[in-house]
T-cell receptor, first 112, second 111 residues
Framework: GENVEQHPSTLSVQEGDSAVIKCTYSDSASNYFPWYKQELGKRPQLIIDIRSNVGEKKDQRIAVTLNKTAKHFSLHITETQPEDSAVYFCAALMNRDDKIIFGKGTRLHILP | DGGITQSPKYLFRKEGQNVTLSCEQN?????MYWYRQDPGQGLRLIYY???????QKGDIAEGYSVSREKKESFPLTVTSAQKNPTAFYLC??????????FGPGTRLTVL
């Protein structure tokens, strides 16, 4: 069935280093890929998204890359800070059902 | 996100009781969604609606029911048939440009 695989499930990086989270998707017709950040007890918040007509998008310390041929996309966070500690979800729009499918999430720990 | 409201913030349910969670949006979004999130887990889709008076089951619809009588409102009822309803419930709505936003959530606990 339609799904989004996300890795790793947990990631610990030293403050100031970079963090990378990777996702793959199954629906080759997907054309929209958002990323959400969820802090403890809060709602998921959209942090960046990318559409299939571009290969990379950047917003300050956050960037997302998309490889449509391989059906995978990645989130890159540079110069990590303590406030980056959270759970991150990747997602993909499944055009057949017109609904967004989420990965299982990555818990990011920023170590002091 | 401020355009999606959920109430109540906390809800307690007794055994055999039905409870209804409210979700309202003023963003003029056509599509609305309900997710369940268990501690330390991901988002599981319960029901979704792409248009008024129409809705579809998600991955875990058993024990839940919804209605979509108005574009702005998509209430979720947790019925007594849902044996383990303790979880964080998130409502979301989506714009035609595909951006999906979440409400603040309702935390449901079974007593």
């Amino acid at each position: 069935g339609e799904n989004v695989e996300q890795h790793p499930s947990t990631l610990s990086v030293q403050e100031g280093d970079s963090a990378v989270i990777k996702c793959t998707y199954s629906d080759s017709a997907s054309n929209y890929f958002p990323w959400y950040k969820q802090e403890l007890g809060k709602r998921p918040q959209l942090i960046i998204d990318i559409r299939s007509n571009v290969g990379e998008k950047k917003d300050q310390r956050i960037a997302v890359t998309l490889n449509k041929t391989a059906k995978h996309f990645s989130l890159h966070i540079t110069e990590t800070q303590p406030e980056d500690s959270a759970v991150y979800f990747c997602a993909a729009l499944m055009n057949r059902d017109d609904k967004i499918i989420f990965g299982k999430g990555t818990r990011l720990h920023i170590l002091p | 996100d401020g355009g999606i409201t959920q109430s109540p913030k906390y809800l307690f349910r007794k055994e055999g009781q039905n409870v209804t969670l409210s979700c309202e949006q003023n963003l003029n979004h056509d599509a609305m969604y309900w997710y369940r999130q268990d501690p330390g887990q991901g988002l599981r889709l319960i029901y979704y609606s792409q248009i008024v008076n129409d809705f579809q089951k998600g991955d875990i619809a058993e024990g839940y029911s919804v209605s979509r009588e108005k574009k702005e409102s998509f209430p979720l009822t947790v019925t007594s048939a849902q044996k383990n309803p303790t979880a964080f419930y998130l409502c979301a709505s989506r714009h035609a440009s595909d951006t999906q936003y979440f409400g603040p959530g309702t935390r449901l606990t079974v007593l």
